[in-house]
């Protein structure tokens, strides 16, 4: 069964440094995400990704975090001088399409687990 | 702004026992998903409610869809230790292109 993989799996950064994480999605996908999840905590919308542009972000997607798609097949999460409350699981999923009324199932990847000291 | 809150947060059972988690949404949902997350994984989709009232069963998980399409539950019978993680719902962001997800409940069973 086709899966979402990102790499890697975990990212030690210092305080002030920038990060990259990387994410392939299910080929025939058209829907992008990044979410976050803080230890123990719930899953956090960090921003969708659709036809090469943002299409929702949420209030923690500021100018510290960035998306991009430089190719067919990747999906990027920069973040710019990452802070300690930087510090969570980052999970990348695909879908289908959300549709309206009718949203796809999201596929999640095994997630990146950040760690900013 | 939406709000998709789950109770209980926490959950002990004893192995065979049921077990019900609850989600209320503070808007109404076009439609609601259940997804899995064992402990250390990612969350896996379960089940898609779209309707009002709607109940779906997956061997010894039911899930339900208020009437009102602004809660839902899922309810396991007879839990296994394989039940064990974190279920949470999570409903369409009003007219947006993301999924909300709720507070998660954390299942743990004691064999």
């Known amino acids: 069964e086709p899966e979402v993989t990102q790499t890697p799996s975990h990212q030690v950064t210092q305080m002030g440094q920038e990060v990259i994480l990387r994410c392939v999605p299910i080929?025939?996908?058209?829907?992008f995400y990044w979410y976050r999840q803080i230890l123990g905590q719930k899953v956090e919308f960090l921003v969708s990704?659709?036809?090469?542009?943002?299409?929702?972000k949420s209030e923690i997607f500021d100018d510290q975090f960035s998306v991009e798609r430089p190719d067919g097949s990747n999906f990027t999460l920069k973040i710019r001088s990452t802070k300690l409350e930087d510090s969570a699981m980052y999970f990348c999923?695909?879908?289908?399409?959300?549709?309206?009324?009718?949203?796809?199932?999201?596929?999640f990847g095994n997630g990146t687990r950040l760690t900013v000291t | 702004g939406q709000q998709v809150m789950q109770i209980p947060q926490y959950q002990h059972v004893q192995e065979g026992e049921d077990f019900t988690t609850y989600c209320n949404s503070s808007?109404?949902?076009?439609?609601i998903q259940w997804y899995k997350q064992r402990p250390g994984g990612h969350p896996v989709f379960l089940i898609q409610?779209?309707?009002?009232?709607e109940v779906k069963k997956q061997k010894r998980l039911t899930f339900q869809f208020g009437e009102a399409k602004k809660n839902s539950s899922l309810h396991i019978t007879a839990t296994q230790t394989t039940d064990v993680g974190t279920y949470f719902c999570?409903?369409?962001?009003?007219?947006?292109?993301?999924?909300?997800f709720g507070t998660g409940t954390l299942l743990a069973v004691q064999p």
């Open positions: 999923a695909s879908s289908v399409s959300p549709g309206q009324g009718f949203f796809s199932p999201l596929h």
């Open positions: 080929s025939n996908h058209l829907y």
């Open positions: 990704f659709y036809n090469n542009e943002i299409s929702e």
């Open positions: 808007t109404t949902l076009s439609n």
């Open positions: 409610l779209v309707k009002s009232g």
């Open positions: 999570a409903g369409p962001g009003g007219a947006t292109n993301k999924l909300i």
